[in-house]
């Protein structure tokens, strides 16, 4: 029920367990204390495990735990406006920073500045979207969507975590390009969209491989993915491409604190969280979500900031769905 | 049977050493948790899940686990002797529990809560084991349209049988939503009653919410009264429950147990509705519900054992869909995926040695909490015997560090202060604080849910109608809010409203 | 006073000055979700259920001023009869002045006093006891979080605790 994943008083367990616990605060100033990273996205995703497994192994290098604090909703943009508007830039509070962040000011008016707001740290990876129906549902293929779609207009729902997320721009970007309208509905991440399309509330689900114990069972079918090539795992799915699209999607993230942060504690952070995406566990838990490092130092992020901003103004403009 | 056999397994799995030890740690961290209101059992778990990984998945996990469902264990404690609810679980447990102790018989009430929750808990497995995979259908049932229904029917639920009076209780029901809804809009990320302050965008935290309303507000009503204060130093005739008290609880433990763990596999609010629904349901059952607000062991036995088979429940749609149906829950499905695993369809025939020592761990774990918490029972029951003048400073100094303890915040301190003030004014005038603190939990995911299903449904209102699960969820929350209305229920309702006080 | 034609009409009524606080709150949350903009039924925004929630908070009051009219209600001075209602407002003005000297002075130089005043003025303890307590249990606590859970309690600008 708590807001805030930071209670300290599990310190005293720790105490009490100190034996077991391999990572006791070490004599350097920074960090003393644990350090929450919020996830705007809500447990058991794919984002929030793969970021569990970053942070866990980050926290080895830092010599403190991490907590992971799940501030979900907005598509992902209320756990860092939360953290650009509340948080101090002591190097304690630190977020997942989805593409989101980037294309939301451009749709409407929202309460932080991408540009200004954030002290950006490091580039971590991307995701695998793809698009799923439920096992018994009518659609055996995409080009079967396409068609109902175009004898019911607007009939067609799916579910997404959240307006303006890659999986929303995408869909109705598939949607104009075939001249089908298909209707949104923004849940607040993988878990609660998996349980959409498995309770077949929505006909669809475009998300990131949350879904796929749920396919590798056979409860959902994988109609699509968003990667330029076919994932190695479901060889049988088509890409966006082959299906006529000429798009790829796969949102890449990383992680940021709030303005004003202290350079050398963004740098520790930074080596912290490079040695994290480069440890072979994580890489192993990143691959069962099809994920793959996309490292870039805190200067390189910036810069890819700056261009993937523009990129998206262009996107939603053609869309319509920039803000007047 | 198959079962038995995997049973049987399960026990070889978590009847090993290291396990043993395992288990033990996390329902003691779980239980010191608990006690503490304000400090909830998901930081300790965030905080402990590095250690986890250190041994294997099993023993990890089976810590992990303990945390969880010993925390359950202890939320019932400051509830009971001072009126803090530690969360929004416990909240239902202040109005007869603290009644109880304050007639000296916190004894009984933290007993029969220790026990009720051992039978819930032991039986909550026992489901797990045999139906777990069934049941799961009933996670993915509910879509947004059934959501905002149980909702609805939720906070009626509550109005119709806390209140005196059915316009206040509703007025206070709104002001919860209100509240709830303060801070960035979950769909839009557009701020909403935030004043331009900062603190507000992230909204108000429960935990300061509840502490004022209740923790803060009693000790205000309280030092009016130079009497009634000896009342809390009544003299305590027994530790444990006698045999009425058994007789009177049996009915409430047993469709406690039932709707938590039906509710509890609701990802969602199902532990608190739980809670609360069981409360009502023993309130409109009773032949006696005048007696309930004043003392009433049904009202401590059946909400508490909803919660803890609702924390059994819970563990249906992760273990079977890997949906985990709340944050804790979440976490023990990061532990698994960090271990390798991958909880979904397939993990309970994939890992039957997982799955099977992890029930059965924590029918053992349920054991050690009982063996654990009867003995602070008499511990617990010597604070009381404090002076009220001494202990009221001490009880406003402990809310102010629960607080600030739980969220590291001097806001969430000053949050607390003006709804102790604010808790005050309210009690003084008749306005019940349960209803408030129940819609200020239901209300984001009422909203959410809605504006979801109105998406759904194209704006067409009848979806909710149309949707069976829906409709018999609203057709319920209809009935109680016309029920009042009716001359020959309206004697009942009388009889059942007569008291205010909680 | 005793009137019973004008019991209907008292301004003393609690009941009435409940109801009236709460049509003021609905009118304004009503007025908030406005401005939020309620959007369409089938795409509601942001101001769609505070406006609703609004206008239901004042039907809900205004049934509340109706029966307190129709009917009367107790008035405000006997909620507060046969109680010592000075006793609660003086640890709301404790509480409140806490509030203004936690963050400046910090938790210890704040909660010292505080428990001081409070074990002092509503049911005095004999000072013999009341220093010891209010003056180990806040500093107790403080060490317990700050030694052992490494929890850091506001220090104040005097940076002391």
Redesign the interface.
Known sequence: MSRYGLKTIAFAAMHVVGALLATAAGAQDYPVKPITLIVPWPAGGSTDISMRAIADSASKVLGQPIVIDNKAGGGGTVGPATMAAAAKPDGYTIAQIPITVFRLPLMQEVSWDPAKDFSYIIHLTGYTFGVTTNAESQFKSWKDVVEFAKANPGKVTYATPGTGTSLHIGMEQIAAMSGIKLTQVPFKGGAETNAAVLGQHTMLQADSTGWRPLVDAGKLRLLMVWTGARSPNYPDVPTLKELGYPMIYDSPFGIAGPKGMDPKIVAKLHDAFKKAVEDPAVIATLAKYDMVPNYKNTEDYKKFVVEVTESERKVIDTLGLAKK | MDTLANVAHGFGVALTGINLLYCF?GV??GT??GV?P???P??????????T??GTPESGIIMMAGIYYGSMYGGSTTSILVNIPG???SVVTCIDGHQMAKRGRAGPALGISAFGSFIAGTFALVALMLVAPRLAGI???????EYFSLMVLGLVVLTFLTQG?M??A??MA??G??LG?IG??????????TFGR??L???I???PVVMGLFG?AE???N????IK?DIINAKITQLLPNKADWQASAGPVARGTLLGFLLGIL?GGGA?VASFASYALEKRLSKTPERFGHGAIEGVAGPESANNAAAGGAFI?LMT????PN?V???L??AF??H?L?????LITQNPGLFWGIVASMYIGNVMLLILNLPMIGMWVQLLKL????L???I??FT??GV???????FD??VM?AF??IG?FMR????EPAPLVLAF?LGPM???N???S??????D?WTFVQRPISAACLALAMVLLIAPLLPALRKKRELVALDEGA | MNNPSNVKLRLSNSELWGGLIGLALGGFVTWSGLKLKLGTINDPASGYVLFYTGILMCVFATSIIVSAITEGGPTLASRWENVRWSKPLLVIACLIAFSFALEPLGFLLSSIPLMLLLLRLIDPVRWTLAIPIAVLVPSGMWWVLKRLLLIQLPSGLFGIG
């Open positions: 740690i003691f961290i010191l948790v503490l304000g400090i909830g998901i930081s300790a778990m965030s905080l402990l899940l590095p250690v990984l250190s969360e929004a679980a996670a993915i049932a509910f879509g947004p349209a009076s316009p206040k509703l007025l709104c002001i939503v209100v809804l960035l809009d979950s769909i839009t990320a557009q701020p909403r009653l900062m603190e965008i992230d909204g935290g429960l935990v803060v000790v205000l009503l030092t009016e009264q130079a204060r990802p608190v749609p869909l890997g949906i985990p944050v829950m979440a976490l499905l990061g995926v960090i390798g991958q909880p979904g369809p397939l002076p009220y003048n001494i009221f400073p001490l406003i100094l102010i560090l600030y303890c739980s969220s590291n915040n001097v301190v000053y202060i102790g003030i005050y003084k005038l008749g306005y939990v009422l909203e959410n809605l504006r979801k109105l998406i759904l449904s194209q704006g209102l």
